[in-house]
């Protein structure tokens, strides 16, 4: 939100990079709305209002700039800051419910009726859910023209359009273009057929080569590959199935100009498009404020060296709720490799393939109807173990238990907690991972600890507790400089192909 609207209009005045998709300024002379770092001239401050989303600006009759193009920036961090309906519903309306399931799904989703929801929203971030819909598919059709060389009817039903003349209406409103006329100001690129091209905007600093080891030192066969810097994983989306690809820029390590993972899609449907780039951006943390992050964490002497030798540390979301439960179920007791070969077992198991491009991409991580069909018994492993995978699967395929980005972190905790065989701090690493909660420590882990002596800290989970209270509400990415440091740390590898797991079927 803008608590101070002359602290932004001063990032305007000096063109801040960092602020931008975190507010937007309007122009009311003109009735263009902007990021602040807009290089064209600074309008004078009577002219200028603030907006916390671009829906709002483009609710209150502006339209988007045709030179900083403002949808272009990377997200606001407000939303993972914010553990409430708010920041829910805004993650729920980015993976795409409202064109899914419309307001009324939305609204049951988060227990409210779409009245009150509608309310809530308009005083918080200045749009309805519909209109917040409307910017999130504006921008996915931008996208698009700019960057692909796909049919324009294509583009508008990929983006959620439901017609041709909403699409076209939309852009002339949003963008004062016509389709063709946003194409003519991008560089498209020829792709394969099936397959989309896209740069998705991070962030800088940006720990490129961080996360990407996080994410190598935890591939499960089958599912995930690493070749070089890119990182390759197949996808379950709402409509069907896809493969991405990330490729991994270097490491960005001073703030400035936004950083660019390229990504490459393939994709069974093509109206999975804007959910599944959101959950890619969701697995690289691509919305947070990495500056501002460092610059609260390097406030505590002990941690400071770890902040300054990798700035712009990411936490690793999640492209799938339930998959992340099973991970850590998995992970529960073991090393990082024996649950990352546990779960290429399991995806073995299940056996549900995926069309793909990559030859070392072929299956789906194991969907909760899946692993529920299979039975403690065919998980394996330790019993208490496998009856509490097989229960939790049996729970979130018939709608019991629900994980996914539009749980509040307190509720969905101690549902997890409240089941049998989930302590704290599966519960937490699923909060840290699904809702991207950055204020999560997670001090009953022993590798987590490790590191924090290696630092200097405290070692014990109350000592260190009290003590990692003065990061808050950072907690979660104080966290991951702890693994970092920690001498015991798991390492990038080269993950096995799936077929060794299959021949041990």
């Known amino acids: ?232 994983r197949s996808l379950r989306l709402p409509a069907g199935v896809g493969v991405v690809r990330l490729t991994f820029p270097p490491d960005v390590a001073g703030p400035g100009p936004t950083a660019a993972v390229d990504t490459e899609l393939t994709l069974t449907e093509l109206a999975d498009l804007a959910p599944a780039v959101d959950r890619c951006r969701r697995l690289l943390d691509a919305d947070a404020d990495p500056a501002g992050i460092d610059a609260a964490l390097s406030g505590d002497p002990e941690l400071a060296p770890a902040i300054d030798s990798v700035p712009g540390l990411r936490l690793p979301g999640a492209v799938d709720g339930p998959e992340i439960l099973f991970r850590a179920l998995l992970g529960q007791q073991v090393s990082v490799a024996a649950a990352r070969t546990a779960c290429g077992k399991l995806a073995v198991l299940a056996d549900e393939r995926v069309p793909s491009p990559d030859p070392e991409i072929r299956l789906l991580f194991p969907s909760p109807a899946a692993i529920a069909a299979l039975g403690p018994e065919t998980i394996g492993g330790p019993r208490r173990r496998a009856y509490t995978i097989a229960e939790a699967a049996a729970a979130m395929a018939t709608g019991e238990l629900r994980v996914d980005p539009g749980r509040r972190t307190s509720e969905l905790t101690a549902e997890l907690v409240a089941r049998q065989g989930i302590g704290p701090w599966t519960a937490g690493y699923v909060a840290m991972r699904v809702l991207g909660d950055p204020d999560v420590l997670l001090t009953g882990d022993l590798v987590l600890r490790n590191g924090a002596g290696a630092l200097g800290l405290p070692t014990t989970p109350r000592s260190l507790d009290e003590h990692g209270r003065r990061w808050s509400p950072f907690r979660s990415y104080a966290g991951m400089h702890l693994w970092r440091a920690a001498p015991d740390r798991p390492r990038s590898a080269t993950t096995p192909p799936v077929t060794d797991l299959m021949e041990n079927r």
């Open 1 to 232: 939100m803008i608590n101070d609207p002359e602290a932004a209009y001063r990032a305007v005045e000096t063109r801040d990079t960092r602020f931008d998709g975190q507010f937007f300024t309007a122009v009311r002379t003109t009735r263009i709305y902007c990021r602040p770092g807009c290089p064209a001239r600074t309008p004078h401050r009577r002219n200028v209002e603030f907006y916390p989303t671009s829906a709002a600006a483009q609710a209150a009759g502006f339209r988007a700039c045709k030179r900083c193009l403002p949808d272009a920036a990377p997200g606001s961090p407000e939303w993972n800051l914010r553990a409430d309906t708010v920041g829910a519903a805004m993650r729920l309306i980015g993976d795409g419910v409202v064109d899914r399931e419309g307001v009324p799904g939305l609204a049951r989703r988060l227990g409210y009726t779409p009245r009150h929801l509608g309310r809530l929203l308009v005083t918080e971030v200045g749009a309805a859910p519909l209109a917040l819909a409307r910017a999130r598919r504006a921008h996915t059709a931008r996208m698009l023209l700019t960057s692909t060389r796909m049919p324009i009817s294509d583009v508008a039903f990929a983006a959620g359009f439901a017609s041709i003349r909403q699409f076209n209406d939309t852009l002339r409103e949003v963008f004062d273009l016509d389709p063709s006329g946003l194409r003519a100001i991008g560089s498209p690129t020829t792709t394969p057929a099936g397959t989309i091209r896209l740069r998705l905007p991070v962030r800088a600093p940006f720990a490129a080569t961080a996360l990407l080891e996080f994410l190598a030192a935890r591939a499960v066969p089958g599912v995930e590959s690493i070749r070089g810097r890119t990182y390759s």
